[in-house]
């Protein structure tokens, strides 16, 4: 696969660390909101959903969404150590070594459920 990644408006933001520029980084941080999207949109259906067992079967694929951001938010951690240190200060590098608990409970968000 040929990517030739350009950056959201036309330059690399300026950063006294080399890696934060690393247009990988944008990607990854675009997956990472991909993800948080799919993780509420998931969620939101589960909570539209009167049926327990369709709702369990959105909560279970949300749970799973939730594991692949953790995943990035690990890999984010790793190439930019800026990001690390504010995960490390926000607490959730426990959640990034495995130690995350399932998604219970929905967002309470009223919208529509994707087609």
């Known amino acids: 696969m040929d990517y030739h990644f350009q950056y959201p408006h036309g330059s690399p933001p300026n950063s006294s660390s080399p890696l934060t520029n690393d247009p990988v980084l944008y990607l990854v941080r675009d997956d990472m909101m991909d993800e948080l999207g799919a993780i509420v949109g998931y969620m939101e259906c589960a909570d539209l959903t009167k049926d327990y067992r369709i709702s369990a079967q959105f909560r279970e694929i949300a749970n799973d969404e939730m594991e692949h951001f953790i995943r990035l938010m ?42």
Not at 85 to 93: H, I, L, R, S
């Open 74 to 115: 690990g890999t984010l951690a790793q190439m930019d150590l800026s990001q690390a240190n504010e995960f490390q200060k926000a607490g959730v590098t426990e959640m990034m070594m495995g130690h995350g608990g399932p998604i219970s409970s929905g967002m309470g968000i009223p919208v529509q459920c994707p087609a």
